[in-house]
């Protein structure tokens, strides 16, 4: 099993609705950090956590992170088409601050 | 200001054959870090470089090899290709001095290797 669990694997929305994407770890969690990508290209750094409870908002991006769980989510508002994309949780499992392991990703598509 | 600059963007191999990949970091970063990331799948770090020295390494065989110059830049090397290594090979920078943990990561665009 993965270290890092991502659900769900995709997902299908209607533009203007919400969504949330979950990521659980197995291992203690150092850091939890979000990105983006478009398909083919390079991550987009969204957003890190580090402390239990933590919650950070980006513009219509909010993650929270529940440390006692080991678990983050990640919720869009108001979902538009440029919030298409795969969304990667990625975290510091090893407190070396020297790699990130990844979950497999969320495909989001939003329909206009 | 130019971001993490990965050439080439693609690349064809034959099984067997060998792969050279490289990485301009950011400007101002002095550690670089390569990742694989299969169709489908969530990035899988391959190795870090700092100070022209592989400081950590992820779970691949020896035929994944790095390098790093005195300018930061840095290379990644693949010998007797697999058709398993068909993927996005990935280069992120930061600099290591002002970042404790793995914040301010800056990821380049990759390069796509298809091995037939």
């Known amino acids: 099993s993965q270290e890092l669990e991502q659900s769900p694997q995709s997902l299908i929305v209607q533009e203007g609705k919400n969504l949330t994407i979950n990521c659980t770890s197995s291992?203690?969690?150092?850091?939890l950090y979000w990105y983006k990508q478009k398909y083919g290209e390079g991550l987009i750094f969204l957003m890190m956590l580090q402390k239990g409870g933590e919650e950070k908002s980006h513009e219509k991006i909010t993650a929270k992170l529940d440390e006692k769980k080991q678990q983050s989510s990640l919720h869009i508002t108001a979902s538009q088409p440029s919030h298409a994309g795969i969304y990667l949780c990625?975290?510091?499992?090893?407190?070396?601050?020297?790699?990130?392991?990844f979950g497999s990703g969320t495909q989001l598509t939003v329909l206009p | 200001d130019a971001g993490v600059t990965q050439s080439p963007t693609h690349l064809i191999k034959t099984r067997g054959q060998q792969v050279t990949l490289r990485c301009s970091p950011k400007s101002g970063h002095d550690t670089v870090s390569w990742y694989q990331q299969a169709l489908g799948q969530g990035p899988q770090f391959i190795f870090q470089y700092y100070e022209e020295e592989e400081r950590q390494r992820g779970n691949f065989p020896d035929r994944f090899s790095g390098h790093q110059f005195p300018n930061y830049s840095s290379e990644l090397n693949v010998n007797a290709l697999l058709l398993g290594d068909s993927a996005l090979y990935l280069c992120a920078s930061r600099q290591i001095s002002t970042h404790k943990l793995n914040y301010g990561y800056t990821f380049g665009s990759g390069t796509r290797l298809t091995v037939v």
């Open positions: 291992k203690t969690l150092y850091g």
């Open positions: 990625g975290a510091d499992l090893l407190g070396s601050a020297r790699q990130l392991t």
